[in-house]
């Protein structure tokens, strides 16, 4: 399975601050990058996603920036909330294979 | 639209033994996959089932198998269980195949083997 890595492992933000998250894919193929936010004790919720096609994708709060020639991608998270507090993993897959995963970031934001 | 329903939430087993999953996908949905999840190896692909079809398999021994019944509804089963299948399995499901299109997880299952 070709990777997708992820950084940083966790990330602890202030109130009102902007979270980074970044990821790596390998496979030129991918086509499709989305992110997943999890709680404890619950399972991924889909996010935001975004294709190759276009550089950036807002919704809310929520930004993907991606950048092809580099494969690589980013989820920043505006005006960061203490709910923001979860797991967030990136992925990516093309075709009809599976998804992809980074190992997942954990981010604590404190007011 | 009622979401992802995986049976049961927690599970203990003993090794040796044998467990079945269950999943309900979301109504209209085709597509219904399954991942490990673990602290150390974060979520690994283990099988995707459509039209009652296994059309992708990850990397892992011949003890994990599944099935998908004409309603769409997965079961994943897991045989002489060992200590190191411990782990939240997630099951997602998706319209068409899982390649480019939304896929919606489940609250996930917690086996734990003893």
């Known amino acids: 399975q070709q990777q997708v890595k992820q950084s940083p492992q966790s990330l602890i933000v202030q109130k009102g601050g902007i979270s980074i998250i970044n990821c790596a894919y390998e496979n030129t193929a991918f086509d499709y990058f989305p992110w997943y936010q999890q709680f404890p004790g619950k399972g991924p919720a889909l996010l935001i996603a975004?294709?190759?096609?276009?550089s950036e994708k807002k919704e809310g709060r929520f930004t993907i920036s991606f950048n092809k020639s580099a494969k690589q991608f980013s989820l920043h998270i505006m005006d960061s909330q203490p709910g923001d507090s979860a797991t967030y993993f990136c992925?990516?897959?093309?075709?009809?294979?599976?998804?992809?995963f980074g190992k997942g970031t954990r981010l604590s934001v404190i007011a | 639209k009622a979401g992802v329903t995986q049976t049961p939430r927690y599970l203990i087993k003993t090794r040796g033994q044998q467990v079945t999953l269950s999943c309900s996908p979301i109504s209209g949905h085709r597509s219904v996959s399954w991942y490990q999840q673990t602290p150390g190896q974060g979520l690994q692909f283990l099988f995707e089932y459509f039209s009652e079809t296994q059309r992708n398999k990850g990397n892992f021994p011949g003890r994990f198998s599944g099935r998908q019944f004409s309603n769409s509804r997965s079961e994943m089963n897991v045989s002489t269980l060992e200590l190191g299948d411990s782990a939240l399995y997630l099951c997602?499901?998706?319209?068409?195949?899982?390649?480019?299109?939304?896929?919606?997880f489940g609250q996930g299952t917690r086996l734990t083997v003893v």
């Open positions: 997602a499901s998706s319209l068409g195949r899982t390649g480019g299109t939304e896929a919606f």
């Open positions: 992925a990516g897959n093309s075709g009809n294979t599976p998804l992809v």
């Open positions: 975004i294709r190759p096609d276009v």
